[in-house]
Nanobody, 130 residues
Framework: QVQLVESGGGLVQAGDSLRLSCAAS????????MGWFRQAPGKERESVAA????????YYADSVKGRSTISRDNAKNTVYLQMTSLKPEDTAVYYC???????????????????????WGQGTQVTVSS
């Protein structure tokens, strides 16, 4: 089992920056590919960014590309999502997720799929005011 706890959400103004953290614990959590998803009220949960287990490859949704950076500190078992130039449309609950198995084979064709991930956090609310 891998347990995930998100933090860092809050209420910010448009144009501000925010860094979300996802602390992982359990089975050698540093060996899992990780993703960030978000869900706005009344909308489907959507993929935001992902990073493979080694940290050598990252993926981003077009909606956040150029404004967000996903990174990981395996010594701290923590994954981060740094977001800049926030917009009201970024308002959502943000979830982190871990792949179903360590040393996973996440790639450009699968990172967006919820089925790629077997573990989910409880989410952290991000609200961006205009």
């Amino acid at each position: 089992q891998v347990q995930l706890v998100e933090s860092g959400g809050g209420l910010v103004q448009a144009g501000d920056s925010l860094r979300l953290s996802c602390a992982a614990s359990g089975r050698t959590s540093s060996n899992y590919g990780m993703g960030w998803f978000r869900q706005a009220p009344g909308k489907e949960r959507e993929s935001v960014a992902a990073i493979i287990w080694s940290g050598d490859k990252t993926y981003y949704a077009d909606s956040v590309k150029g404004r967000s950076t996903i990174s990981r500190d395996n010594a701290k078992n923590t994954v981060y999502l740094q977001m800049t130039s926030l917009k009201p449309e970024d308002t959502a609950v943000y979830y982190c997720a871990a792949e179903r198995a360590p040393y996973g084979s996440m790639w450009s064709g699968t990172w967006r799929q919820r089925a790629t991930y077997g573990y989910w956090g409880q989410g952290t609310q991000v609200t961006v005011s205009s």
